[in-house]
């Protein structure tokens, strides 16, 4: 049986989608969430398609109708940003004024709403983008984590903060105050996680928010309206849908945007910063393309590095900006290399996404799998070969992984962000090569270095640290632990993220000084002692 037909055969009928409990969510969204209220909708919707599709006796796939959303427009969009600019009222809204105890609580409410929803939320995630049940469950329960961990990172900067300095003859409190309106973008790879990586930081800190969700992963925030109605005063978050080409760019060329947050392409956040009509007024917090690389040298642990290169390349079919996207490896053991990865790639479960063991799922769309067959033949067309056996068959939105040797300078895989099931592998023999490669790079996220020698690891070390953010030496690229900063060099990344990163990047310090005379210190006391400022207090949060 051909793979292409093992593939399609992965797909359940309509009649196995709904049995074992897990049968697709039915969600059409009729109510937007702005100014505090969940307003009935009426007009027009898209239809959302599953990444899964089923089969049917003639042997054709169709995706499967998960429901609806509003497609807004302009107009809706204005009112979700009007909303935003008065609840944060030049700085002077409740939300920016209140203590960061009072932000907490909000917090917390909102975050024992979310968990209440879990099943659901998790249920959303792996029909509409196909990642498979478990790394569902853990992309949820991972947010949860970042939220909690959010708040206590907070905690411990506010009581920092919670005391007067005194220096030179002056008397001051410094603390972090909020931006004013960011608009927030996430990504669909990780709807949830990623997305709340800078919307919760940027929540907690008194700013307001428009939040417009992912193409693919917008239903999954369904769920979770009526939380963020309840938890936090009217219009401190104001939802926005319909075609970004149309909504983000009056967005932002009404000024009022103070904070671009967007995890997505380079291309479209330079794009969008320069609509602003004060590009220096506009912080921008961006996740940006990765073409990660990873340098495996002539007496690196074969076993070790296959292990690692195939997680690193192929979890969630390789769809993570963290992913390993080309693999450079010395032509003393390419072959050896080669054959392993092979070897430990056939091992790979491919099917749906609630079954065991399950690596390689369906794409979120039919025009991703287009594109991954695109960039295969345009490798094979330019000399490389595919190496692994049925390597690059498809069926409806199912790509076995390709693992595409040898790539080289011209090709697609050489540069582009493949965002997928293919592994491009390029061989070397002298490290200024692999050096060059990552010099060149208009990327500068991560790489990894696999070598057990501490001298030549060493010498790769220090010139790759000005290269990239992170080097990772052994192992995969990734982002956690969430305290590490994440963030990216070139046309990576903009601020830097992490659980204590991300407070600082939806903040700036202000301050309050005063001489050091009796009558300040007077007039300080009588402050902190009746109460009458949020931003000049000593209070301690437990």
């Known amino acids: 049986m051909s793979m292409s037909k093992q593939l399609a055969d992965s797909f359940p009928t309509a009649a196995e989608a709904s049995a074992d409990g897990m049968c697709p969510p039915r969600v059409h969204q009729r109510q937007i969430l702005i100014d505090g209220e969940l307003r009935s909708w009426s007009g027009p919707v898209r239809n959302v398609l599953s990444a899964i599709c089923t089969r049917s006796k003639d042997g054709s796939l169709e995706q499967i109708e998960l429901g609806s959303y509003p497609i807004g427009g302009t107009a809706d969009a204005e009112e979700a940003l009007a909303a935003a600019v008065a609840a944060y009222d030049d700085g002077r809204g409740e939300w920016p004024t ?68 005194i220096v030179e003859g002056t008397i001051g409190q410094i603390r972090r105050t909020p931006l004013g309106v960011v608009l927030c973008m996430g990504p669909y790879n990780y709807p949830l996680n990623e997305t709340f990586a800078t919307l919760i930081p940027a929540l907690i800190m008194g700013n307001t928010m428009v939040f417009k969700p992912p193409k693919f992963g917008v239903l999954l925030f369904v769920p979770l309206l009526e939380a963020f109605r309840s938890a936090f005063p009217k219009g401190v978050i104001n939802t926005v849908y319909g075609r970004g080409a149309e909504i983000v760019p009056m967005l932002l060329e009404s000024g009022k945007v103070n904070v671009l947050t967007l995890i997505g392409s380079s291309k ?112 094979i067309a330019k000399g490389a070969r595919v190496v692994n056996e049925s390597g690059g068959a498809f069926s409806g939105t199912l790509f076995y992984p390709a693992v595409v040797y040898p790539v080289s300078e011209g090709m697609m895989l050489y540069r582009e962000e493949q965002f997928g099931p293919i592994v491009p592998v390029m061989p070397f023999e002298d490290i200024k090569t692999a050096l060059e490669y990552v010099v060149t790079s208009e990327h500068g996220q ?92 000593t209070a301690f949060i437990f």
């Open 98 to 165: 209140m203590t960061v105890a009072q932000r907490i609580g909000c917090m917390q409410n909102f975050a024992k709403q979310m968990v209440a929803k879990r099943d659901e939320i998790v249920r959303l995630i792996m029909w509409e983008i196909g990642k498979s049940l478990p790394d569902s469950q853990k992309e949820f329960d991972r947010t949860v984590d970042y939220i909690k961990a959010t708040i206590d990172a907070l905690k411990q900067l506010d009581n920092t903060n919670s005391r007067f300095l």
């Open 268 to 379: 479209v956040a330079d794009h969008l910063k320069k609509m602003h009509p004060k590009v220096n007024r506009l912080r921008a917090i961006l996740g940006l393309d990765a073409k990660n690389a990873a340098i495996i040298l002539p007496d690196a642990d074969i076993e070790l590095a296959v292990k690692e290169c195939l997680l690193g390349s192929l979890s969630f079919n390789g769809q993570r900006c963290t992913a390993l996207k080309i693999l450079i490896v010395h032509r003393s053991i390419v072959d050896r290399f080669l054959a392993r990865f092979a070897e430990e790639l056939a091992k790979l479960k491919v099917g749906m996404p609630w079954d065991k063991g399950v690596t390689i799922t369906p794409l979120p769309e039919l025009g991703k799998v287009s594109y991954m067959k695109r960039m295969v033949e345009d490798a």
């Open 446 to 537: 991560q790489v990894s270095i696999f070598s057990e020698d501490p001298k030549v690891v060493g010498r790769l070390v220090d010139p790759l640290v000005n290269q990239v953010s992170r080097v990772n030496i052994n192992c995969q690229c990734q982002r956690g632990p969430d305290v590490f900063p994440f963030t990216g060099r070139k046309d990576s990344a903009e601020g830097t993220l992490s659980v204590h990163d991300a407070l600082r990047s939806f903040s700036i310090r202000s301050m309050v000084a005063a001489k050091q005379t009796d009558n300040s210190k007077r007039l300080l006391d009588s402050i902190v002692n009746e109460h009458t400022s949020n931003f000049i207090s």
